[in-house]
Nanobody
Framework: QVQLVESGGGLVQAGGSLRLSCTAS????????MGWFRQAPGKEREFVAA????????AYTDSVKGRFTISRDNDKNTVNLQMNRLKPEDTAVYYC????????????????WGQGTQVTVSS
C-alpha cells in the first residue's frame, strides 16, 4: 500500500511558476514509477508527466513540454513537478500517481492516487 500526499498548489498569474510536490508513505517508493495527472472542471483526467523508478526515463504530454519538469528523490520519497510559464489552460486539480511498472501515462495504468491539489492560473 502506498499513500500519496500532494502539496504546492495555489493561485498564480499567467507566466508564473509553481512547484508541486508529492510525498509517499512506505519504504518501497523507489519501486514505483510516478506520474502527475490533472483534471479541469467538466473534463476527463489527463496525463501530464511521468518518471521512471530510477529517473532514467521521463514522459510529458505535448502541451507542457519545455515548460514542466518532473523529478524525484527516492531518499526523500518525493516526486516534484516544476511548472513554469503557466497558462490559464493549465488550471486544474493536479494528482500524483504511482504505478508498479513503467510507464504511467494513462489513468488505467495507475495503482495509487493522491487526493489532488488545486492549481489556478489567472489571465
Amino acid at each position: 500500500q502506498v499513500q500519496l500526499v500532494e502539496s504546492g498548489g495555489g493561485l498564480v498569474q499567467a507566466g508564473g511558476s509553481l512547484r508541486l510536490s508529492c510525498t509517499a508513505s512506505g519504504r518501497t517508493f523507489g519501486n514505483y514509477a510516478m506520474g502527475w495527472f490533472r483534471q479541469a472542471p467538466g473534463k476527463e483526467r489527463e496525463f501530464v508527466a511521468a518518471i521512471s523508478r530510477g529517473s532514467l526515463k521521463t514522459a510529458y504530454t505535448d502541451s507542457v513540454k519545455g515548460r514542466f519538469t518532473i523529478s524525484r528523490d527516492n531518499d526523500k520519497n518525493t516526486v516534484n513537478l516544476q511548472m513554469n510559464r503557466l497558462k490559464p489552460e493549465d488550471t486544474a486539480v493536479y494528482y500524483c500517481a504511482a504505478r508498479r511498472w513503467w510507464k504511467v501515462t494513462t489513468t488505467t495504468d495507475v495503482d495509487y492516487w493522491g487526493q489532488g491539489t488545486q492549481v489556478t492560473v489567472s489571465s
